[in-house]
Structure formats: structure tokens, C-alpha cells
């Protein structure tokens, strides 16, 4: 018997940069984030004589299947149930490039698991087992706008839906700067951002924002919304290079796409970017400018990829 489930992955429009409890994955703040209709992941398992992970068809003997083995092992424990199993995911989305690949990955992973075990859990439960395998991954459970909120303990850390279906006119637009896999994984960036001495007022600013957000959104606000998404994202970045010792995931392209962003701003193109763990940036836009976005970022940047995405949905178990 074979379980599969799918997942899309989800970009923070307010953003989950912080932990409280590393183990159960709480977070210091709340977030909320899109789901993505064009990025997603497909996970299955099934019973096997020993754990075995492939991901895109290749077997992984590395961190990341340590990574998946340790969460399958954590999920057997809290409900008692055994058995060696091989999981089989594709990602339809670059692997640990910035791209939220961990938030499709657990949710899909988690949701496989309880389908394999015909285990009976709620939405909200499946959230706070995602979680705890990455922490955006809880989000992911959900399609439209989700909330992570971030509670106080196992039980009260989970997301919920903001709206499932928006009807909101908001395009994303992925720019594939450089696909390759991060050096440094969101866990660990997370880890060291916490040195900053910008790190509290990050803390700090959190229900602000989130309240902000969620005002922006239940108004359809775009000009709201793309604004206070880039100024989170800069924030989450600006924390990143004032931790001690200083990072930062931009690299030289990030920054020109930057500038790029700005450009199309004065010329009176509205869009907006955030960017993640990593060099990509995601440009958020409306209908009326998608083309002429695409068109300026193609003709500045050679090789680029840019994947337009809108809201995706919330996670399912395929046949
Ligand atoms: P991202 O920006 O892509 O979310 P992260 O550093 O948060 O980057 O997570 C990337 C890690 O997530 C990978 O190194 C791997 O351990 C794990 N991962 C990604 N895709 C999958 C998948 N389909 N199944 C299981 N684990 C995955
Ligand atoms: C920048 O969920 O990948 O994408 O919980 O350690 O697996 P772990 O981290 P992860 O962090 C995501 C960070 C972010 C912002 C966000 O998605 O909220
Ligand atoms: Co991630």
C-alpha cells in the first residue's frame, strides 16, 4: 500500500525568522503567508524493509535524509505506530534555493503519513505535525492567505486560514536568479540572525505588522500589502547582516533586481518583492503589469527563469 499526498508551498508576506523551542519548532512570531498554485511537492509512502528517502528519483543518504528519517521517527513515536518506511517525493520547485521547498516537503510528508497510518486528524493537528517538521511547512496545509500563529506551546502553535480562495488580484512572480542549494539552511539562518541587536525590535514589531497585514488584506489593499511585505522581508535581512558575525543570503542579482524593482516603482509600475532564504526574489504584482515586469526583468537579466504564480490550494491525498 502506497500513500501519497501533495502540497504547494507558501511564501511569508510576514515572516517566520526566530525560534522559541528549536525541537518543536515554535516561533517567536506569528506570520502569514500566500499559498503558490505553480510550486509544489508530491510525497509518498510506503512500507519497505528498511528507510529509504528518493527525492527526484535519486536516493539521499545525506543530511536531508537524516532529516526526513528523524521527523518519520518523531511522527511513529507520538502516535505508536512502527514499521520501516521509503518515502518518494518530487518537488516541483527548486530544492533549498530560497523557494519554500520545506514548507511544500513536510506538509506534503506529514499528510502522506497519517493517509499511510489512516490516522484521524484534523486540519489544524496536521498543521502542528508539519510544523514540527519545518516550520513554514504548517502553513502549507492551507491554500489562499494563512496564518501561522505562533502559540505558546505544541498545541498552540498551528496555522489556520485567513482566506482560501482570495479573490484579490495579487500575482507573484518568481525570479530564478540562481537555483542552486543554499550553503546555509533556513535553520541554521535563523539560528545565528538571533544575534543581531536588531533582533528584539524585529520581535518587537511583529503583532504590528501582522495586525497591518491582515487589515491590508481583508481591505484589498495592494499597495498595503506589497509595501509592508518588502519592508518585513528587508527587516528579516537586516537582521541577517547585523548578527555577529553578519550574513546575508543576497547575492549580486538579488541586488540588482532590487534596484530593478525600484525602477519599474518610479516609472509608476507597481510592484513590490520579498525575498527568503536565499538569492530569489519574488516580485508581487497585479494582472495589468505582469507582462511588462516579465518583459523588463527577461531583457535585463540573461538566463532568468520567472514562474507567475497565485494562490495555490491547501494540501490533499491523492489516489
Ligand atoms: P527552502 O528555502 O527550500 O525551504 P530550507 O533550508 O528551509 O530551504 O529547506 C531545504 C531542506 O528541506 C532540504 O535541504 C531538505 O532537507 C528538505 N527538503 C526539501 N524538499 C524536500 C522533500 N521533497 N522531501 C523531504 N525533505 C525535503
Ligand atoms: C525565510 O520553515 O524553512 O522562508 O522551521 O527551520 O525548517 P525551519 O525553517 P523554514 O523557515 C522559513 C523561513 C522563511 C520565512 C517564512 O517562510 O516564514
Ligand atoms: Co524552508
Redesign the pocket.
Known sequence: MKKTARAHTNIALIKYWGKADAQLRLPLMSSLSMTLDAFY?E?SISASEENE?F?NDEKQTD??AQ??FSYLQYLQDRFGVSGKLKVE?T?HVP?????????S??A??ATAFCAFYDLDVNRRELSRLARIG?G?ASRSIFGGFAIWQKGTDDESSFAYPLDETPSLDLSLLAVELNQN??KL???KGMKDAQASPFFEPWIKRNDLELNEMIAAIKSNDFTKIGSLAELNANEMHAINLTAQPGFTYFEPDTIRAIKLIEELRSKGIECYYTI???PNLKILTQQKNIKEVKKIFLSEFNNVNIVKATFGPGVTVLD
Do not use: W
Open positions: 511537492s510525497t528517502f527525492l543530511q536531508s532529516r526526513v517525493s518537488n530544492t533549498a534555493a530560497g523557494l519554500a521547498s520545506s514548507s516537503a513536510f506534503a510528508l519545518s513554514s542549494q543554499k539552511p533556513s535553520t527568503d532564504a536565499g
